[in-house]
């Protein structure tokens, strides 16, 4: 009887294992096959002098197209198990590599005609970050920025000096030659001639460019599985900038930042004005201080950039999902990623 009992309680506790096998079994494949709702991607394309009037329906595809390609690929690192860092270079590449931005490849010109490009990233679980400035042969700064962050005990370096660490770390360097485009070449002869015409407005201190002909400057922030917020941001600048002008984009704090604690965005606009804001941490200081949700935190940010006379907009999302990208100009380019896995890309106000 004993051993009848025994051998009945030794059948129960194996059907009871079999059954708990077949549970993780199927809540592993639940796991991989249902789309994770928790990882989330945003980016922009700049903001400016961006309406509908002075589109072309050929020129809104493009961007539309670039946008979307650029979203599709950052969601599918994430879907995959990426990481939130992985997921803003992958999207920052793509809109460094297309010349309808300014970033990379479609880069503004200097004064003198060159071209001089500035990048940064944060990762938000460690707040280590890297940034790269006035670089000019590097084909895509965002990558440098974070081998920057990556390899080396600095978090930001400039010129030269940024160029021979991306030598030493087998960066692609490309010629000057590369970053030429028709488009902002052109853009470079109006503002020169803008400038002759109007030299007064230089000497009360407006920087030379405004809105106009600069959008294009490209971001993302991110937030992967595993909770963690990153972004990174990536410009060629203003048009006509001289005597070394680096904007807010690689100044940690100001164009970029990401903290785990609360948000991680990326600023577009008057780089100046930015940088005087410290736009970026703002937001982060506004939500861990006052307690302000990341909308309230970014549209508060944006708002001080008004006040003091800058135009541009950011991007910012919080560790639980939540996100925003205000802005205070005619248009910016933007995306995100929907409750779906769908890419959903914007331009104009609404
Ligand atoms: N913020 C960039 C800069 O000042 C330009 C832009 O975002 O349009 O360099």
Redesign the pocket.
Known sequence: MNRFRRSRVNILSLLCVAISFAFIQLAVAQESTTPNHRVRLVIHG???TITKASMTAEKEKQYYEKLTEALEAGYAVLQKHGTSLDAVETVIRILEDSPLF?AGKGAVFTHEGTNEL?ASIMDGKTLRAGAVAAVKHVKNPIGLARLVMEKSPHVMLVGDGAEAFGKSQGVEMVPQEYFFTQRRWDQLQTAIEKEKQDSIKKVKGTPADSAEG????VGCVALDEYGNLAAGTS?G??TNKRFGR????PIIGA?TYANNATCAVS??????Y?IRAVAAHSVSMLMESSGMTVQKAAEKAIETIGRIHGT?GLIALDKNGNFTMPFNTEGMYRGYIDENGKPMVKIYKE
């Open positions: 700049g903001a400016g300014n500035d600069r959008h294009g400057t410009t600048g203003t680096v904007g807010d984009s164009g600023c577009t606009g008057d780089g100046e930015f541009g």
